[in-house]
């Protein structure tokens, strides 16, 4: 197959923003097509034919169309097996997946209810920042002992955990009066922070914020 893929993403989605971090490390060059959800692009027949759920992440390559990031993420280093994600052998894939699961299991939950209740503008329980900030500590300790989660390159867990504090801070920006220690979330962590702004050093990364993050 030579086209490249197609990408379906919402400016500001955490899942779909992962895949398109992935095709950039990767150096897998794609057609951006973004839709407006202020549009209902993404509840239009022709998408819903592509992903019934009308949600983002889809790509599309040839008769492949794929929906769920992690599979999405999964289907890449196999579709484009140059500079993997998940690992270079049986163990450092399984060690991945590890943290993948580990990032799923006990940061999600944390995150998710200090992420929504940010963007709904709700007043965030104290119990759910500490538990996030334990959460996200023990992670920081991790990169204290190397440059990235995956060792020495990124892998598919860096890959999930940038886009989702990225969310974090778009919540604290949201906020007229954010909880203070929100604010300081990833830079009372060195290692995180430096991190993070590895991560956004990489070729193609930071073209890869949400646009209208950008502006809004
Ligand atoms: N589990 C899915 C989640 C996808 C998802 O929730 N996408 C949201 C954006 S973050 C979406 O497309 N929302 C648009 C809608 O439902 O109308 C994945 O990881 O791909």
Redesign the pocket.
Known sequence: MTERPTLFW?S?????W??MLALTLKGVAFESRR?D?GEDE??QAQYLAL?P?????TPVWGDVVI??????LGWLDRAFPARPIWGQDAAEAASVWQDVALLIEDLHPHLSEVGLGLMRREVIPKEAITALEAETDAWCVRLEASNYLGGTAPMASDIWLYPALYWIGRGVALNANPPVSLTDFITSCPALAAWRARMAALPGVADTYPPHWRTS
């Not at 500001?12 to 779909?16: D, E, H, I, M, R």
């Not at 929906?67 to 999405?72: G, K, P």
Request: aromatic share 0%; hydrophobic share 35%; proline share 8%.
């Open positions: 919402i500001g989605s955490t899942p779909a992962r895949v839709l959800t993404n509840r992903n759920k009308g949600q983002v992440p929906r769920e990031s992690l599979a999405i």
